[in-house]
C-alpha cells in the first residue's frame, strides 16, 4: 500500500492488513 508520491503513508487497505497481522506476531512470541 505504498505510493511513490506517498512513501511514508501507507493505504487503508495497508494499514488494515498490519492490524491483521499484528495480533498474529503477538501470538508466535
Request: net charge negative; no cysteine.
Amino acid at each position: 500500500g505504498f505510493t511513490a508520491s506517498e512513501p511514508l503513508k501507507p493505504s487503508d487497505a495497508g494499514i488494515e492488513l498490519l492490524s491483521q497481522q499484528l495480533p498474529l506476531l503477538k501470538q508466535e512470541k
